[in-house]
């Protein structure tokens, strides 16, 4: 088990935010985190990571409590791609991707040839080594996320964590990162999760589902299991239909919301 959840309960001051979360992932699975907004997602992740220490509850890394871990060695074992939408750092693309290997290196180290190449290589993985030798605050928001994932992967983690990856991206932006996802979890053997708006895309990639709702309901199981359309009613108040459709020889699933409650 790569890490455990057990009645985790966070509270801003005095208002509550997260009660009694629990939730389990195995190694090389994808997990979704689905919910509306303002109920605690982000802070979620937050609290898996140790920026935020839970008020009831703990989050066991292999088994050890995240808050027993040095931060080196916590960060050897896992990667974060926050939200992103702009840079405003001039850093070359390079440069963005190699910083991922900081937490391997001391913090005087500077970087090599084989930190560059290594840089390159996972770029040219996930299809955007064109981007190599451009700057980061001249990149499309979908280019951007693309460099920042490379940052996340270029150490290899574990356990890779991303907050609304997909979020303000175009369509074909939506799916290079749903791609780049499937592969992370498929070649590179990393466990992935995923905070996003939305369901659809937690049907094509996740194993596991968490639904997270006002007034602290949650729901958790198998993103087959987890992602029905009364549940979609419950935490979302809409009225959607779960389509199967075939393209390519390939089976896939889809929501198609179409009322509100």
């Not at 840079?87 to 180290?109: I, Q």
């Not at 693309?146 to 940052?151: E, T």
């Not at 749903?178 to 990393?190: G, P």
Request: charged content about 30%; proline content about 3%.
């Amino acid at each position: 088990m790569i890490l455990q959840v057990k009645k985790g309960t966070f509270s801003y001051g005095k208002r509550k935010i997260l009660k009694d979360i629990s939730f389990d992932l195995k190694e090389e699975e994808v997990m979704s985190i689905l919910g509306p907004n303002g109920v605690g997602k982000t802070t979620l992740l937050r609290c898996l990571m140790g920026f935020l220490k839970w008020d009831t509850g703990k989050a066991l890394l292999f088994g050890k409590d995240i808050n027993e871990y040095a931060e080196k060695e916590l960060w050897e074992n896992l990667s974060y791609v926050p939200q992103v939408k702009k840079s405003v750092f001039s850093y070359g693309v390079l440069e963005m991707v190699v910083m991922g290997l900081d937490k391997e290196n001391s913090f005087f180290h500077i970087p090599t040839k084989e930190d560059y190449d290594k840089a390159y290589e996972t770029l040219k993985e996930l299809g955007v080594e064109k981007l190599s030798n451009r700057y980061c605050d001249e990149l499309s928001g979908g280019e951007l996320q693309m460099v920042m994932i490379a940052r996340a992967l270029v150490s290899n983690p574990k356990l890779l964590i991303l907050d609304e990856p997909e979020s303000n991206l175009d369509m074909k932006n939506q799916i290079r990162i749903i791609e780049a996802i499937k592969h992370i979890n498929v070649n590179k053997k990393s466990a992935c999760i995923i905070n996003t708006h939305f369901p659809s895309h937690a049907l094509q990639i996740s194993d596991k589902t968490l639904f997270i709702g006002n007034d602290y309901k949650t729901t958790f199981d198998e993103s087959s299991k987890a992602i029905t359309e009364d549940n979609l009613q419950k935490y979302f108040q809409i009225k959607a239909k779960i389509l199967n459709f075939q393209a390519e020889e390939v089976e896939y699933k889809t929501i198609a919301p179409y009322k509100t409650i």
